[in-house]
DNA sequence: AAGGCCACTTTACCTATGTCAAGAAATGCT
DNA sequence: AGCATTTCTTGACATAGGTAAAGTGGCCTT
């Protein structure tokens, strides 16, 4: 059952059963209880982590010291703090599990080791880099075009886990509006 | 001076004066008059390029036909349609210069045989995107966190050159505002 | 069982930004 | 130079979403 998160996380066309298994085993299972922290603002990521079972999200806090939520990251997803694990600098983010939940750790030196030795782990490195990129880019593009009801039906369409499992609070703030605007949107979406 | 746009753009602790001659041989300058396209939504993106000269533009468009800006790309900056060219998908996003300018341009092969040959430039590339994932998360979170007017000070803190070189339309739709929000900010600012 | 806390809802009111339409200024074209 | 087109500004009005404060209900703790 772990061998198929690893199959669908680490899919790419040059990947290979013999890769697979050695990059399953540098990875380690941790067990998370709700609220837990992978990450904390101000640290330097030294890994990232498979997600297994269970809903984690990330959330910086802004200048009045509220969280906003910046990512939800759902089961067979990664939750890579991009900047910080790479580049070496203290993290902006928090990274926490939003329920209980199950992932699989990797360090940074032993995906480093990997990078190094194997080329179908740096094509699939780059492709999901970019699969990343895309992703934000679209979010900021939804984040102007479309209206904040627009925004919620799309969560609930496309990732309703998220919408049942993480509290109203940071649903709102991941679609950037106050939580009383989000419960107004739930509300009209039944009467009308 | 060429040169110098490439010590800038490929700058990188691994990287040294042999690596960068072979880069830069790659590269080929390209001369844009004002509002040519480099990438076209629909098409497959097949190089990227460095700008020397001029400013560049990244646009959509959404719904009803309006054109979106989602980036700008100044001189000594790198305009790359990353999900396209590295994922051979069609374009959702088009590539145009706002003013005349000069660009070099480097082809997929070519930088992908780099890629394969050269460990600095695929740490390199690491780093840039890496680099491009926090800006854009960063931009997402000032859509929610920072009013129009918040935003519009930062650019021209931060960017000057595009709010004196871009038209108001296209900058007030890269800042998610309607055009006539972005002249009355304008106004605002100056009477305040 | 009682108190307390948390998540969510509701209401009243406020403000930033959108929409539309008109005019002024700038730019491009022949 | 002169006309056409685009760009920018302005004003009147509309609306989505914010803020604050109170209310409801559930759940945990003792």
Redesign the pocket.
Known sequence: MADTLFQKIYSHPLMNPEDLEIIASLHQRVILSKNDFLLREGKTSNAYYLVEKGLIRFFVNDFNGQEITTQFICENEIANEVSSLFQHLPSIQNIQSVTDAVVWKIEFNDFQYLYHSMESIREWGREWMSGQLFQTQQRSIEMIT??????YLQLIEHRPQIVQQ???????SYL????????????EMITN
Chains 1, 2 share one sequence.
Do not use: F, N, V, W
Request: proline share 4%.
């Open positions: 479309h209206s904040a009801s627009m925004r993480a509290p109203l609070k940071q649903i709102a950037g509006i106050a939580d009383t605007s989000l419960s107004r949107i739930r509300k």
